[in-house]
């Protein structure tokens, strides 16, 4: 690839906050952000040895750089993040909620459902990224350029028995983004992108993987780095674009 065929800094002096950004699809959308020109906030909760390096790759090619830690399941953390992000960047006008639970070890099927689980995996789906846009939102609308991106799941449309508490979680956060698309505007734009398969779970077996992906119409996975470009393109094109969710699953949502 030469040169001119890499994606050029458009957004320069931005800043950007992403939850789970240490690693998978996360540390995708940080260097896409990062390339994009953006001094970006990498909030871990327990890979923070990840989120320093990530962040330290970040400052070495010129980008203001910092890791956040925080358990997105105590919602006493969530303004925190926040301060710490403004005061160490000095604002925040993108806010990118990919941090996600995806299942419990008991608890989230009908046959063996358990409040606690449920509640847990809400906070953290859910809770954590409405909590987080709610104490963002004067910074964003501050610098007149603001921005969220909600990571669901073409499980929201499709929820599976076998992981209905994840399922529900991220149909919830579908309707909080278009809710929450109407409670910012016109100055800040609130999207949601629902990859299919982007990265496998790392206990799935090659007969499980070969399953699903026999349901997808393009007959691959995806990539984290190209949901992180449709996450760029949201924060960097989509100036007329708010409380819309776009699948990246390779046609799954079609079969």
């Known amino acids: 690839m030469s040169g001119t065929d890499a994606p050029q800094p458009t957004l320069d002096g931005r800043v950007a906050l992403v939850t789970g950004g240490a690693k998978r699809v996360g540390r995708a959308i940080v260097k896409a952000l990062g390339s994009a020109g953006c001094d970006v906030a990498i909030h871990c909760h327990r890979s923070v040895a990840e989120a320093e390096l990530l962040a330290e790759e970040l400052r070495r090619a010129g980008r203001r750089a910092v890791s956040v830690v925080g358990d997105l399941n105590d919602p006493s ?84 028995p076998l992981a209905m508490a994840y399922g529900v979680s991220k149909a919830a956060l579908t309707a909080a983004t278009k809710a929450m698309a109407r409670a910012l505007a016109p100055e800040v734009l609130v999207n949601g992108v ?46 007329y674009m708010t409380g819309q969710i776009i699948a990246i699953d390779g046609g799954r949502n079609l079969v």
């Not at 419990?104 to 954590?128: H, I, K, Q, S, Y």
């Not at 090659?206 to 349901?215: F, I, K, T």
């Not at 990539?223 to 760029?232: D, I, Q, Y």
């Open 77 to 160: 953390c969530w303004r925190r993040i926040v301060d710490e992000v403004v005061e160490a960047l000095g604002g925040l006008d993108i806010l990118v909620n990919n941090a996600s639970a995806f299942r419990e070890a008991r608890g989230d099927t009908l046959a063996d459902f358990d409040v606690e689980p449920w509640e847990r995996m809400m906070r953290t789906n859910l809770l954590a990224p409405v909590g987080l846009c709610r104490y963002a939102a004067e910074h964003l609308r501050a610098r007149g350029r603001g921005r969220v991106v909600n990571l669901g799941d073409i499980a929201a449309d499709r929820p599976s």
């Open 194 to 239: 629902a990859p299919g398969i982007a990265v496998f779970p790392e206990d799935y077996s090659e007969d499980q993987r070969s399953a699903l992906l026999g349901l997808v119409p393009q007959g691959r996975a995806g990539t984290p780095e190209e949901v992180a470009g449709l996450v760029r393109f949201l924060v960097e094109s989509g100036a």
